[in-house]
T-cell receptor
Framework: DSGVTQTPKHLITATGQRVTLRCSPR?????VYWYQQSLDQGLQFLIQ???????AKGNILERFSAQQFPDLHSELNLSSLELGDSALYFC????????????FGDGTRLSIL | TQLLEQSPQFLSIQEGENLTVYCNSS?????LQWYRQEPGEGPVLLVT?????EVKKLKRLTFQFGDARKDSSLHITAAQPGDTGLYLC???????????FGPGTRLSVLP
């Protein structure tokens, strides 16, 4: 058990819809990372937050947004969903904002019909 | 843009065999990590290497960071079916930003 909790585990929705994925980091970790993993793209870094502030941005689409709340949990919002957004979305947490090992949750599997 | 390549992409071996998988880049990384991911689960951290030439051992797994901090290898001795999984390397720059993952090596150890 990594200590990182992601909900929901599975999400099925239709194109054009909007969903919110939630992540609770390990106790004491200030940094949260979001990743997308699909069969043909591997694990793609989306965005990082540290203590409530955005620290780094990767290949995150404009239709996607995230935030980290004062209690350090984070949410990833995906809107105007397309079939190609079907993937596993992982959250990871770390104690600091750089060069620290990341601990991953078990992911949310998003299926777009 | 920093990129990591991993080889081989797929590896299927018999229980008891030794194997080495590689992680390479043209960029220098301040640290490099190895993870193992099993189906339906998130990646689990195996090791972090930060010093060029560093060698770390974790039971039957030996990790090495290249002298120039551009590459790394993972050697498994006497592989077991429990070693089956996707092995990912990941690196970060000096600022710890934009953590980059390699595409992974999918290892299958047959009993």
């Amino acid at each position: 058990d990594s200590g990182v909790t992601q909900t929901p585990k599975h999400l099925i929705t239709a194109t054009g819809q909007r969903v919110t994925l939630r992540c609770s980091p390990r106790s004491g970790d200030l940094s949260v990372y979001w990743y997308q993993q699909s069969l043909d793209q591997g694990l793609q870094f989306l965005i990082q937050y540290y203590n409530g502030e955005e620290r780094a941005k990767g290949n995150i689409l404009e239709r996607f947004s995230a935030q980290q709340f004062p209690d350090l949990h984070s949410e990833l919002n995906l809107s105007s969903l397309e079939l190609g957004d079907s993937a596993l979305y992982f959250c990871a947490s770390a104690s600091e904002y750089s060069n620290q090992p990341q601990h991953f949750g078990d992911g949310t599997r998003l299926s777009i019909l | 843009t920093q990129l990591l390549e991993q080889s081989p992409q797929f590896l299927s071996i018999q229980e008891g065999e030794n194997l080495t998988v590689y992680c390479n880049s043209s960029s220098v990384f301040s640290s490099l990590q190895w993870y193992r991911q099993e189906p339906g689960e998130g990646p689990v951290l195996l090791v972090t290497v930060v010093t060029g030439g560093e060698v770390k051992k974790l039971k039957r797994l030996t990790f090495q960071f290249g002298d120039a901090r551009k590459d790394s290898s993972l050697h498994i001795t006497a592989a077991q079916p429990g070693d089956t999984g996707l092995y990912l390397c990941a690196g970060s720059n000096n600022y710890g930003q934009n953590f980059v993952f390699g595409p992974g090596t999918r290892l299958s150890v047959l009993p």
